[in-house]
């Protein structure tokens, strides 16, 4: 069994026992009008927030939103997503530190997650993530790691490559999936799921999309239903209606 590699303080996770500094004054909302934000990045972020009724419940999306524009969720970043949410940087930064997804310490470029999950585990998917684990050995800039559940049971074992899926990968593939990495270009073209062929037999033509199954109404010609089942019965009618 390989052994666990681990950071200075033991731990598989970078900063968990890191302290907070219980005498330091708690900081504010950061003034948008001083707090240099970049205007596509602030752009984005309202956008997100527009979509909401609660400003708060944009705090994901914003925060990858920055994360993809700086490379991490840095304290600057946080503090200009905070600025235009009208947010304190310590509620952001509670949400970032929760979600393992965002990275509070710099991490490299690239971002791959093996699952290891039931059904890739049973599909050869802990020697796969073993596998990838010693191509990437020393390479800063390739962040690897094993992910509980990516949802892509069918294509088993699967890893996410920069956010594309791609399964089943063969360990033999292993080395050419990282020279692609390391090139920029397409990681096992073949093998991505958005390049998988649709079930449904109106993917891809054009026009508005067709809808499955028959309407509320029922298929033509029969005594189908008319309304939702929520809908309110019809009040009575005659003498028993005036009883109240």
Request: proline share 10%; charged share 25%.
């Amino acid at each position: 069994m390989k052994a666990v590699k681990r950071f200075e303080h033991g731990s598989r996770v970078p900063g968990w026992d890191e302290s907070a500094d219980l005498d330091k004054d708690p900081k504010g909302i950061p003034d948008l009008a001083t707090t240099p934000v970049p205007a596509e990045l602030r752009a984005e972020i309202e956008a997100h927030m527009a979509k909401y009724p609660d400003r708060r419940s944009a705090s994901l999306p914003a925060l990858a939103a920055v994360q993809r524009y700086h490379g991490w969720c840095s304290p600057e970043a946080i503090d200009q997503a905070a600025a235009v949410m009208q947010l304190t940087p310590a509620y952001l930064a509670a949400v970032a530190t929760f979600y393992d997804m965002f990275d509070t310490v710099p991490m490299g470029s690239h971002r791959v997650y093996v699952c290891t999950n039931i059904s890739c585990s049973l599909n050869g998917g802990r020697a796969l993530y073993e596998r990838i684990l010693d191509e990437a050995d020393g390479d800063p800039d390739i962040d690897v790691r094993h992910f509980e559940c990516l949802g892509a049971c069918d294509i088993a074992p699967m890893a996410s490559v920069d956010g594309v899926y791609v399964g089943p990968i063969e360990t033999s593939e292993v080395p050419a999936m990282f020279e692609q990495i390391r090139a920029g270009k397409a990681v096992l073209p073949s093998k991505q799921l958005i390049k998988r062929k649709s079930v449904d037999p109106n993917a891809g033509v054009p026009g508005p999309p067709k809808a499955f199954g028959a309407p509320m109404g029922g298929v033509e010609g029969t005594d189908g239903p008319v309304a939702p089942i929520e809908q309110a019965d019809d009040p009575p009618e005659g003498p028993e209606a005036d009883e109240d």
